[in-house]
């Protein structure tokens, strides 16, 4: 799957770069030239990475909070 699409860096890619030693968004950039043109693969390619490094998949987190109540505060 195509992670930047400006400069074709599929996460094989990714993942070979990293295989290789690449262990920073910096490095990667280096390596494969990826978000270096509109920077839209910034945040997958640091997901991907952190995968990759670490075996902890990023996922979207929904928490629902309860509401907050606005109070009065007295004047001083
Ligand atoms: S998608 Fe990577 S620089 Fe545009």
Do not use: K
Not at 12 to 21: C, K, N, S, T, Y
Not at 52 to 57: H, Y
């Amino acid at each position: 799957m195509y992670v930047c699409i400006c400069q074709a860096v599929t996460d094989r890619d990714i993942r070979e770069a990293v295989d290789a030693g690449a262990r920073s968004m910096r490095e990667l950039r280096r390596r494969l030239n990826l978000c270096n043109s509109c920077g839209r693969c910034g945040q997958h390619a640091r997901e991907l990475l952190v995968e990759i490094t670490t075996g902890v998949t990023a996922t979207a987190v929904h928490i629902e909070l309860p509401a907050v109540r606005e109070t009065a505060v007295p004047a001083a």
